[in-house]
């Protein structure tokens, strides 16, 4: 019996036991997955994260006997996007986290450089013809929403739970947020971003911490802020800024695919040895500006997940992978997108591919 050989780790997104209705147990059954991607759901973009709580984490997570593969995300304070004068105090409290994660051997950091809003979606729970639910967008609709009543709007829909990237104390300060952003075009947004990589590059070094930035989703601009991290060009030009390995990329499908105009198996064979992480999603484009989420099996969507894994698998991703936003299916009620069934399906699928791609190579 030839030993299929996983390179690549199939992991799972995990919000931590006071956050999530997944748990540990049941992720370590999902066959193939070995590890949680996670964050201290508890602290605020711009805290130092204590070296108790990270090794607290840490040990939760390895006591159920998965692997901590990497933080998603470690947020960015805004006054460090805005590029203001308190922003080198923020930076500064980025490293001293980063040094306390890198103590503890964790060497993967996802964030995002999205002003404002982290991902945005008009609709948490659109009916699909299966019955299923899923998270969808369409921009028509994002139009006529008022910015700062978005925030009430995803939590009202939420299920409860605090939604990753829309956490409530940034809710207060939606419409100062929005005058303090006046400023920050892309340009400038893009001067912030490189300022801060520079800034903690030499730690990133010194601790081995690879630093991977999440795509824009969806990946354009929405509500006139700036967004710069979407196509093949934007993302080639900050590689290129900060050419240092530990400046990667998470490659997430689901945001790129959210414009048809990426082709993302062309944007992973040309940022070979710069992704350190893969977020593995399908969507459905409905038109312009529209799309809805959908199962990872390529035929329920618009993205082919086989050509996608086949270009993982050609430039060896050695990085965690985890399955993206699930449906809500089989009665299940969870964080939306963040539900254990469809995820578990969407890990096995993509174990599947990998090793028949392996197998066949
Ligand atoms: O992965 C996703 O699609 C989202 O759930 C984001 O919240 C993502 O985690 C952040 O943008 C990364 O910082
Ligand atoms: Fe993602």
Redesign the pocket.
């Known amino acids: 019996m030839k030993v299929v050989k996983f390179i690549m780790k199939m992991t799972l997104r995990w919000f931590g036991s006071k956050h999530d209705s997944v748990t540990l147990k049941q992720i370590r059954q999902i066959p193939g997955c070995v590890g949680v991607i996670t964050t201290l759901y508890d602290t605020k973009p711009g805290e130092v994260w204590s070296p108790e709580a990270i090794k607290a984490m840490k040990k939760e997570i390895e006591a159920d006997g998965l692997e901590l593969s990497g933080i998603?995300?470690v947020?960015i304070h805004d006054d460090i996007k805005i590029g203001l004068p308190t922003k080198d105090q923020y930076i500064q409290n980025y490293i001293e986290t980063l040094e306390n994660l890198g103590k503890e051997g964790i060497d993967l950091v996802?964030?995002?450089f999205?002003p404002v809003f982290?991902?945005t979606r008009s609709d948490l729970a659109k009916v699909r013809p299966d019955g299923a639910t899923v998270l969808s967008y369409d921009q028509e609709l994002v139009d006529k929403i008022d910015p700062t009543k978005m925030f009430d709007q995803m939590e009202s829909s939420s299920n409860g739970f605090a939604l990753?990237?829309w956490e409530p104390e940034r809710l207060a300060r939606v419409k100062e947020l929005f005058e303090m952003y006046e400023d920050v075009n892309e340009e400038k947004l893009f001067e912030n971003l490189v300022y801060f990589l520079k800034a903690i590059m030499p730690t990133c070094e010194k601790y081995r911490i690879k630093m991977a930035i999440?795509q824009d989703?969806p990946a354009w601009p929405v509500f006139g802020l700036p967004r710069i991290i979407n196509t093949k060009e934007n993302i080639q030009r900050l590689l290129e800024a900060v050419p240092e390995v530990n400046n990667g990329l998470?490659l997430?499908t689901?945001?790129l695919g959210s414009n048809p105009d990426n082709d993302i198996p062309d944007m992973i064979r040309s940022f070979k040895g710069r992704i350190h992480f893969g977020?593995v999603r399908n969507l459905i484009h409905l038109g312009p500006g529209k799309f809805d989420e959908a199962a990872h099996l390529s035929t329920d969507g618009s993205l082919d997940m086989y050509e996608i894994m086949k270009a993982f698998h050609e430039i060896g991703m050695e990085g965690p992978i985890r399955p993206?936003?699930g449906r809500a299916i089989w009665d299940e009620v969870s964080m939306p997108?963040y539900g254990l069934y469809d995820r578990a399906l969407g890990a096995t699928y993509l174990n599947g591919i990998w090793e028949a791609l392996e197998k066949t190579s």
């Open positions: 998603e995300s947020n996802c964030y995002n999205m982290d991902w990753p990237g999440h989703d998470t997430c689901g945001s977020h993206d936003h997108g």
